[in-house]
Each structure stands twice: as structure tokens, then as C-alpha cells.
């Protein structure tokens, strides 16, 4: 049971080696009206999904604890630096607050199908849903009973964060460099992550942010610093030094 | 040439010792040590905390408890004590088994299984996946067989070669591997429950039954019935036949083994059997439903539990004579005893189809006196005054 779609998979990983083209994205998207102003409010981080790894030369995904820890303190660092900087409070969820975790975790679930509904359905023209066109604006949610978790009680909004990295390993490389030499286009490691802020009084979905080809190496500080300031590209509480940072 | 060597390579690789029973030593709180264990135990990690919070999981009552002490009982105290179970309500014949010793048990198993020999089967097959550290290996082992797979394309692309054939056959033997796990997952468990005193022949009989109802299945649904003698290309798993057969074969060596504890089997699945049918009645497999109804009632007899099931089964499919059969296991199952108010209304509903309005009309104003706010109480109450 554990490799039935795998024959899909390989053909998709095959096929991906092959191609090499980078279809336009947009990468933000913000509730209209929406402002945040900056030290003011109270931002709970939900546990970020981080997963850091190789990819093997094949394509598969070979996940790295060691990186992937690195990653969990590094960017949690970082984030924090960020909302300093902008004057928000933000705390870490508490797990063990009590008996909602099942809940939490749906919430959480909830909010990654939602964001990749966003992602897939109104961040690429040409494939927007009819009720999802730019002059539609930005309305999504994940349902006003988010409201009644005690847990996040006392915080104003909830940050989830989510990112993936697979660094091309040294038989990746040898594959691009030969495919290259030979003409064949064969795409080395995949960086993407999204960051989505959730207003925990109503559950709208007030600012998301989405990419798939980002840059910052999410095991060093530095790194993370420049993953964290990518992500919170277009945060509605600016300024962050945005100008300053360049991918 | 460098393509054979290439290809060679990544066949060489999935070697599996068979027929070897020695174990490693119990290692008490096994840490993974080298990157590639430490990566997929920490992704077996997430995964688990997904499945601890699932709404899917059964946390009423005490049945992961009891899955574990049979577990703890076929495989020893020390070795029980690195793994969590898992039930969940998935109607599917089915468990899995996590790297780091997390196990998913399917509902669907829970309501197949006849007695707690056959479930200790399937735990010890689930346990044996553990302490063989399958999934590392199958990672591996797929890992060697997509970066081959990657070469190929890539040199035979540049050199003007073709290399699908070759590549098919990678992709192929990535599932022989996992049947080959298969294999010694089988022989494995089927050990472990010998050990423990279940009888041995419980395992193949677990196949068995399987393809028996893998058979009123498919005729339930118009088909051929089809046996597989060996497993096809793209199948993860060994035929069930040949698992039926290996594991008879091998249990005959084996102590025969004593009790197959059904009646304790039974009254620990008792309270979650009316949920577990409820699942299963919704797959829109007749001939399979059936089968598993027929099969408890034969041990059980016909209880108000199987009675109603039976009812929305045949409901279900609303044949005309479905609903007439249906209107009369619904009465069968309230004189057996089936109290819950929501007979009262899938009874009305399959009299009032097929026209007999009076009965019905008692039926479903019975059903709405004892539920005067349920979800539906509305659409019944506007049924009634047409």
C-alpha cells in the first residue's frame, strides 16, 4: 500500500526532469481594505511545516532531520526578529494548552487546503474560478468557529507558516550538468513555502503569501533571515526592509 | 555498457535475505542513527502527529488499548513497548506501519477479522514491517532505482538511445522489492504468532476468507470473478492465493498452536460494531456486504446490529424488491431490538417508495416524535404532508 501511486510518481518526477519552465505566479494576496497597524496586535504562530532535505538524483524527496531542526530554530528566529521589528507581540502556540489539539491540527489542516485553493485557483491567470477573478478581490476563510478555540484565546490573528526545501544532491547536479552539456533541460532542487495570516476573530484568510521558487538557505540564520523576509513579502503590517532585500 | 552497469547495479540492490528468522537484538528505545533512517523516522513523526489528532481515529472506549495488549501479547512485553496503535474508522481491509513504530489499524479489518487469532496475524505481519526496518529500505531502494531510472533517460536521451524497456524494468522492480518485503513481513508475523500460542493456520486463513469475499464481490457487482494465481507487474503486494498458501505451508511446520479467542474477540469489538457497519454499508459493495454480514451473523446470529445494516443495505440499492426486503429486515431488527429512532425513518422511507403510505405515515411520525430537532426533521415533516 505504501508505493500504489508510485509508478505516477516516477513518470511525474521523470516527466518534471524535462521540463523547464517557469509558469508566472502571483504571489500575494490581501483582503481588500485590510490594514494592520503595525504594534498593535497580538500574533499566534502556529507550529510551521518544515521539511528540508536532498533531492535525490532520481527526484525523490530525501528528508534531512538534521537540516530540518536547524531550519525549525533558524527561521523561528527569524520571525520573531521580523515582528519585533514591526512592533507585533508574537507567541509560539502552546501544544500542550489543554485538550483542543485534535481541533488545532484540523484548523491547521484546514488553513494548507485553503492557502493551496488560493494558491491553485487565484494566484495563476488563467486558471481562476469564475468567482475568484482579480476584480472578485481576496475572500477566504476557514469558518468563524476558530473563534471559539481556548487556546487561542487572548491573540488577534494566527500566522501559519509552511516551507519546503530539497537541496539538489551531488548526483542532481552531475544529472543537470550532463543533461546540460546534452541538451536536456533537467531542473536541480525545490524551494517553496507560503505564509498566511488568519483572523482569529472571524477565520477570514487576511493576507496569504506564496512561492515557489524561493531563495535564503533555511539552515544558516542568514538564510533564514532572508527565507523569513521572502515570506512575509506583502505582510500587511510593513515595513519590513524589504528594499534592501533582494533574492 | 555503462547503461548495464547502471541497470545491474539497481537490480543488485534489492537482495533480500529470506527464510532468516534470526532477529537482531531488542534495542530498548531504538534512536535511528544514520541520515537517511533519521530523515524518513522524522517524516513517520509528522505523519504521526496528523494521525494522533485525526477525526478519523476510534478514541472511544478502549480499543486501541486492546489492540495493543494483543499486539504486547503475540510480540513480548519489550518489543510492544516502542509502538503506538491507531484505530481508525477507514472501511477497508487494511493496517500500516510507520517507520518509528506508529501502526494504523482500519476499521475494516476490525469487522473481518473473526477472532483475535486472525487480528493478532495481521499486528504481527504490521510489527514485523517495524523490526525490519522495511520502509528505510524500500526508500532505499526506490532512491536507487529513480536515480538509475534518471541516468537512463538523460545518457539515452544525449546518445539517441532507447531506454524504455529498460527503465520499465527498473520501475518493475521496485515493486518486486516490496512484494519480497512483503514475503518476509508474512513469515515474519506468522512466527511471532505461532510463539504466542494462536493457532498458526490463522494467518492463511485470513486470505482465505479475503478472496471469498473478493468473490461475492465482484459477482455482487456483475463481474467476473477473477483468482490471481501470482502478482501482476504493478501489484505492491503478493497474490492473496499465494499468501494463503505459503503461510499454510509454513504454519504446518510450526506449532499447531491452542485458543483462537473469539468470544473475547467479539466483546471487545461489540460496542463499535454497529459504526463499523454503518462505514462498510456505504461503499456500494453489495455482494462484499453481504458476505461480512452473512459471515458475523453465522457466528452471532442475526442481531438488531446486522439486521439494520442489513436494511440499509438493500435500501441502498432501492430495487423495489430491495426496499420490500429492506422494509422487512428493519421490523426483523426492531423486534431483535434495535432501538435508535432512525429505523423508524429509513423504515417509512423504503415503505412510502414503494407506496405503502399508511405504515409509513406511523413509521415516520414515530421517528419525528423521538426526534423532534433532528437535521432532517423538516424534509420528513414536508414528506408527510404530500
Known amino acids: 500500500m505504501r508505493i500504489n501511486n508510485f509508478a505516477r510518481a516516477c513518470l511525474l518526477a521523470l516527466a518534471c526532469c524535462m521540463s523547464a519552465t517557469v509558469i508566472g505566479q502571483e504571489k500575494t494576496g490581501n483582503k481588500e481594505g485590510f490594514a494592520l497597524k503595525p504594534g498593535t496586535v497580538k500574533i499566534i ?41 514591526l512592533g507585533n507581540q508574537v507567541m509560539p502556540y502552546e501544544e500542550s494548552a489543554g485538550a483542543e489539539g485534535p481541533l488545532v491540527t484540523q484548523y491547521s489542516q484546514l488553513f494548507n487546503a485553503v492557502a493551496d485553493s488560493v494558491i491553485e485557483y487565484q494566484f495563476f491567470p488563467g486558471n481562476r474560478l469564475p468567482t475568484k477573478k482579480r476584480d472578485k478581490g481576496f475572500e477566504w476563510a476557514v469558518g468563524p468557529g476558530i473563534a471559539e478555540l481556548k487556546s487561542l484565546e487572548g491573540a488577534d490573528y494566527a500566522l501559519f507558516i509552511s516551507t519546503h526545501d530539497e537541496y539538489g544532491s551531488t548526483g542532481r547536479k552531475m544529472l543537470q550538468i550532463v ?59 510593513k515595513p519590513v526592509a524589504l528594499t534592501t532585500a533582494q533574492p | 555498457m555503462a547503461f ?94 510507520m517507520p518509528n513504530g ?46 538509475a531510472m534518471a541516468w537512463l533517460t538523460v545518457l539515452g536521451g544525449i546518445s539517441n538511445t532507447p531506454v524504455a ?11 518486486q522489492f516490496n512484494r519480497a518485503q512483503e514475503t518476509e513481513a508474512d513469515l515474519l508475523g506468522l512466527k511471532y504468532l505461532a510463539q504466542s500460542g494462536y493457532p498458526a493456520q490463522s494467518a492463511s486463513e485470513v486470505w482465505q476468507a479475503l478472496m471469498a469475499e473478493a468473490d461475492a464481490s465482484a459477482l455482487g457487482r456483475k463481474q467476473k470473478v477473477k483468482a490471481k494465481y501470482s502478482a501482476g507487474f504493478f501489484d505492491t503486494h503478493p497474490a492473496s492465493l499465494a499468501r494463503a498458501y505459503y503461510l499454510a505451508t509454513e504454519a504446518g511446520k510450526l506449532p499447531p498452536g491452542g485458543d483462537a479467542r473469539a468470544k473475547e474477540y467479539n466483546d471487545a469489538i461489540a460496542p ?67 432501538a435508535a429512532p432512525e429505523l423508524d425513518r429509513n423504515l417509512g422511507l423504503s415503505l412510502l417508495r414503494n407506496g405503502q403510505s399508511d405504515e409509513a405515515r406511523i413509521a415516520l411520525s414515530a421517528y419525528l416524535a423521538a426526534r423532534p430537532d433532528a437535521s432532517d426533521a423538516k424534509a420528513i415533516t414536508a414528506l408527510l404532508a404530500n
Open chain 1, 45 to 85: 504562530l502556529m507550529r510551521p511545516v518544515i521539511g528540508v532535505g536532498e533531492q535525490s538524483t532520481g527526484g525523490l524527496y530525501e528528508p534531512n532531520a538534521d537540516w530540518t531542526t536547524q531550519a525549525r530554530g533558524h527561521l523561528g528566529t527569524a520571525l520573531s526578529e521580523a515582528q519585533t521589528q
Open chain 1, 179 to 237: 543533461g546540460m552539456l546534452g541538451g536536456i533541460g533537467v531542473t536541480s532542487g525545490v524551494h517553496q513555502g507560503y505564509a498566511g495570516l488568519v483572523d482569529l476573530k472571524t477565520g477570514e484568510l487576511v493576507w496569504l503569501n506564496a512561492d515557489r521558487q524561493m531563495g535564503g538557505d533555511v539552515r544558516t540564520p542568514e538564510g533564514a533571515q532572508k527565507r523569513v523576509r521572502q515570506l512575509l513579502e506583502g505582510f500587511p503590517g
Open chain 2, 4 to 97: 548495464v552497469l547502471l541497470a545491474e547495479l539497481a537490480f543488485s540492490r534489492p537482495a533480500v535475505a529470506k527464510d532468516d528468522f534470526t532477529l537482531a537484538p531488542y534495542v530498548a528505545a531504538y534512536e535511528p542513527s544514520t541520515v537517511d533512517e533519521r530523515g524518513v523516522w522524522m517524516l513517520a513523526d509528522e505523519g504521526e502527529r496528523q494521525l494522533r489528532d485525526s477525526p478519523l481515529r476510534i478514541r472511544v472506549g478502549g480499543l486501541e488499548t486492546y489492540l495493543r495488549n494483543v499486539l504486547c501479547k503475540e510480540v513480548g512485553n519489550d518489543r510492544c513497548a516502542g509502538i503506538r496503535i491507531y484505530a481508525v474508522e477507514v472501511p477497508t481491509f487494511n493496517a500500516s506501519m
Open chain 2, 102 to 147: 506508529a501502526m494504523q489499524v482500519h476499521s475494516g479489518l476490525l469487522l473481518r477479522a473473526r477472532n483475535e487469532a486472525e487480528l493478532a496475524a495481521v499486528l504481527g505481519h504490521e510489527f514485523a514491517h517495524f523490526e525490519l526496518r522495511h520502509s528505510l529500505y524500500g526508500f532505499k531502494n526506490r532512491r536507487g532505482a529513480t536515480d
Open chain 2, 165 to 175: 524497456d529498460t527503465n520499465f524494468s527498473l520501475l518493475g522492480s521496485i515493486y
Open chain 2, 272 to 338: 463499535y460494531i454497529s459504526r463499523f457497519l454503518a462505514a462498510q454499508m456505504k461503499l456500494n459493495d453489495f455482494g462484499g456486504s453481504e458476505y461480512i454480514l452473512s459471515n458475523i451473523a453465522e457466528r452471532s446470529g442475526w442481531t438488531g446490529d446486522l439486521l439494520f445494516a442489513r436494511g440499509e443495505l438493500y435500501r441502498a440499492r432501492a430495487n423495489p424488491r430491495d426496499l420490500q426486503q429492506a422494509s422487512e429486515f428493519y421490523r426483523q431488527a426492531k423486534l431483535a431490538g434495535y
